[in-house]
C-alpha cells in the first residue's frame, strides 16, 4: 500500500469481543479484552476506501524491531465483518477462545467459520464503546425513561445490556455517533437484537 494516498487508521475485534494487540514481551500478536478508554498497542492502517481485499499495515504503539506477519482484510459473507488472510503462506488469522489468556492468535486456518471473523473499528467506534460501557462517561435510558444498565461486551461482537444485546457490526455507525456527543449532549440509538425479534430506542446523555 501507497502510505502517500489517504489511509485510516483501525483496531479489529475478534469473534469472541476481544482485542487483536501486541504483547511487548514475545513481540508478537496477542489478543486483549476491550477495555473502556483504552487504546490496544496494535493498531492496522488500511486504505480510507476501504475496498475489499486492502492490504493492512500493522503499527505498534511500542517501537520493536521484530516485523510481524502482514495481513490482507478479505470479504466475507457477512459484511462489515472480514477476515483477515496471511499470504505467505496462505492462511487465515484465527483467534481460539482462552479466558484470561492474552494470546491464542493463530495464522493457520484454511476453512472460514465464527472464530476467523473480525470487525474493523474505526478510533471513533473505540471510543464510543468505550463511552456506552463506562458509567461515569454517560447514562443511558429507554424510551420510557427507565434507566438501563451501562453496555457490556458479548462474543460474537456483541454487546448486551440487561437482557437486550445487539450486534456491533450492524449498528457500527450508531456507536461512532456516541464519541462526537459533547459534554451533557444526548443522542437516540435505534438498536434491534441479534435475533431482530426486539427493538429498542436508547437515550444516551454524555456526562457532563
Not at 81 to 110: D, I, M, W, Y
Not at 189 to 206: A, F, M
Request: net charge negative; hydrophobic share 40%.
Amino acid at each position: 500500500m501507497n502510505l502517500t494516498s489517504p489511509s485510516t487508521r483501525l483496531w479489529i475485534m475478534d469473534w469472541h469481543g476481544w482485542m487483536l494487540d501486541h504483547d511487548p514481551v514475545s513481540d508478537s500478536y496477542a489478543r486483549s479484552p476491550f477495555r473502556p478508554g483504552y487504546y490496544p498497542g496494535l493498531s492496522f492502517i488500511a486504505p480510507a476506501d476501504f475496498s475489499l481485499p486492502c492490504p493492512l499495515v500493522a503499527e505498534k504503539s511500542i517501537s520493536m524491531p521484530r516485523a510481524l506477519p502482514q495481513l490482507t482484510m478479505i470479504e466475507t459473507p457477512r459484511s462489515p465483518l472480514v477476515a483477515l488472510s496471511r499470504q505467505k503462506p496462505e492462511s487465515l488469522v484465527t483467534c481460539a477462545p482462552v479466558p484470561g489468556a492474552r494470546g491464542e492468535v493463530h495464522f493457520n486456518a484454511t476453512v472460514l467459520n465464527d472464530w476467523e471473523m473480525f470487525l474493523p473499528m474505526t478510533g471513533n467506534m473505540v471510543r464510543g464503546l468505550g463511552i456506552l460501557m463506562e458509567a461515569s462517561a454517560s447514562t443511558m435510558s429507554y424510551a420510557d425513561g427507565t434507566p438501563c444498565d451501562q453496555l457490556v461486551v458479548r462474543s460474537a461482537m456483541t454487546a448486551q445490556t440487561g437482557a437486550f444485546r445487539f450486534s456491533l457490526a450492524a449498528h457500527h455507525d450508531q456507536i461512532e455517533g456516541v464519541s462526537l456527543l459533547g459534554n451533557g449532549e444526548t443522542l437516540t440509538l435505534h438498536l434491534t437484537s441479534v435475533d431482530g425479534e426486539t427493538s429498542h430506542n436508547l437515550t444516551v446523555k454524555r456526562a457532563a
